[in-house]
């Protein structure tokens, strides 16, 4: 098992920034790929980025390229998501998740082994 516990998410004008965390517990964090996904109200939960297990290769949304950065500390067990240029439109809860071996499918929620509670960002205009 491993535990995720995601914080960092708030109230924030549009143009500003967010660091989103996402501290693991449990089974060796540097195994899993770490993603991170959103879920705007009403609709699906929906990929935003991915940081490989073993190169630190990233990827991301297109909705979010050049604005969003993810990053992993594996010494902390801990992954970040820096969010800026915050958009009205990037609102939603955002959760952490773990992947013992997503490959190509790192866009799919179902590939993901692990999921924190969700951190709520709101980003008014």
């Known amino acids: 098992q491993v535990q995720l516990v995601e914080s960092g998410g708030g109230l924030v004008q549009a143009g500003g920034s967010l660091r989103l965390s996402c501290a693991a517990s449990?089974?060796?964090?540097?195994?899993?790929?770490m993603g991170w996904f959103r879920r705007a109200p009403g609709k699906e939960r929906m990929f935003v980025s991915v940081i490989n297990r073993s190169d630190g290769s990233t990827r991301y949304a297109d909705s979010v390229k050049g604005r969003f950065g993810i990053a992993r500390d594996n010494a902390k067990n801990t992954v970040y998501l820096q969010m800026n240029s915050l958009k009205p439109e990037d609102t939603g809860v955002y959760y952490c998740a773990a992947s013992v071996d997503a490959g190509r499918h790192y866009t799919e929620p179902t590939n993901y082994n692990y999921w924190g509670q969700g951190t709520q960002v709101t980003v008014s205009s």
């Open positions: 449990g089974r060796t964090f540097s195994n899993y790929a």
